[in-house]
């Protein structure tokens, strides 16, 4: 990638994505970086749900676990547990949105947020401070939330090293002492690897399961906050229901940057000529923005979710067998934690900006959140929940 194409991708990474369909001759984008997008939705779906490009392990784990049964397996354990706990969840999000200040900076204030009630589903209470004290590390020093400079990075991969091997001490401990009905993730992840994996690798897997929940759920919130801020009125409560904007906040900025697949032989694919081994990527962002498939796709319209037509091929959380097994959970987590924020108060923002910033997906560039108590709350948080746990259950 030459420099030109760098410094437009770290400046507007969806207007530059934009711009190559631009300037593409035909719907199959050769990417600078090396590879090709597919721009129209048709085969962009063929491309996620075909047998033949969604065989063999995803490369969501690498090389951690030896099968795709395996890697399921996993994937299924982490989102039933966090299902399980979301009562915990819930409460947790009371004591940490009232101890959240009238005056934040995100989104690294809902990062922190997110993972204050995540942690005990995470880590749950009964394990040893000084593994809690690593994994808390991890989360405030840009391992779970990626730093977005070089030396935070260097710091970063410290305590990267500090939290496996104290997680791996911990699947020891487990390992000997046996694991019942899960209590928190890493339990989850013990419970489906298979015995013979190594105890740091399992606790490898923990560390990505734990990036994987808490990252983009944070990242969906502070767009959803943004988004929602950016296009009412400051003085007056939201008039959409919390399950709408997130919904609409997925479609507007998805957190995928590109759903990669690997040709496996040498094929002919939306007239395009493919060699074995060739990265085809789909982007979320192209999809959710096409003119043909959604109505003013360009608009932040949260109602749209109310209305039966209009809407265009939704992949916030991929498609097909590599799809996010957990995506329904993952939106409640967003929708609970919206609904907590906007109850009985009234938010606003400073030095919004709508352009993203690459950082293991699409993430909000930072901005301030004012958040001041409301004197009459429009909507129950009870009625809220509710619209966020019917939307999962549609999911």
Excluded at 153 to 178: S, Y
Excluded at 226 to 236: D, P, Q
Excluded at 352 to 361: I, K, P
Aim: one cysteine or more; glycine letters at 8%; a positive charge.
């Amino acid at each position: 990638m030459r420099i030109g194409d760098r410094r437009r991708l770290r400046r507007d990474p969806l207007e530059y994505v934009e711009d190559l369909r631009r300037r593409s001759a035909t719907e199959v984008i050769r990417l600078p970086g090396g590879g090709w997008c597919l721009g129209d939705p048709e085969p962009a779906q063929v491309l996620l749900r075909a047998r033949e490009f969604n065989a063999g392990r995803s490369g969501f784990f690498g090389d951690l676990l030896p099968t795709r049964a395996v890697q399921v397996e996993v994937g299924h354990a982490v989102r039933d547990v966090l299902r399980a706990r979301l009562p915990d969840y819930r409460a947790a999000l009371t004591s940490a949105v009232a101890g959240l200040p009238s005056v934040s900076r995100w989104p690294a204030a809902g990062n922190r947020l997110v993972y204050r009630c995540l942690a005990d589903l995470l880590l749950h209470p009964g394990t040893p401070a000084g593994t809690r004290r690593c994994a808390d590390r991890a989360a405030d020093v840009g391992v779970v939330f990626r730093a977005s400079r070089v030396w935070r990075r260097a710091r970063a991969e410290v305590a990267r090293a500090k939290v496996i091997e104290a997680l791996t001490e911990q699947v020891q401990h487990r390992r000997r002492h046996g694991v019942g009905e899960p209590r928190d993730v890493l339990d989850a992840v013990l419970g489906a690897c298979p015995d013979d994996l190594a105890d740091r690798t399992v606790a490898r897997v923990h560390l990505t399961m734990f990036r994987a929940v808490a990252a983009p759920v944070a990242a969906s919130l502070a767009w959803s906050v943004l988004l929602a801020c950016l296009h009412h009125t400051a003085g007056s409560s939201w008039p959409w229901p919390a399950d709408q904007i997130v919904r609409e906040a997925l479609r507007y900025r998805p957190i995928p940057w590109m759903l990669r697949r690997t040709v496996p032989r040498p094929t002919t694919f939306a007239g395009t000529c493919l060699r074995s081994g060739d990265l085809v990527s789909v982007s979320p962002h192209l999809l959710h923005h096409d003119p043909r498939r959604w109505t003013d796709p360009e608009v932040y319209r949260p109602e749209r979710w109310a209305q039966s037509g209009g809407h265009g091929p939704y992949i916030p959380f991929g498609a097909g067998p590599f799809a996010c097994p957990g995506a329904s959970v993952a939106q409640t987590l967003v929708i609970e934690a919206l609904a907590a924020l906007a109850e009985g108060a009234r938010l606003s923002v400073t030095g919004g900006d709508t352009r993203a910033v690459m950082s293991e997906g699409i993430v909000p560039r930072p901005f301030t959140l004012h958040r001041t108590r409301a004197e009459r709350a429009p909507r129950h948080r009870e009625e809220v929940s509710d619209h966020g746990r019917d939307a999962a259950t549609r999911l």
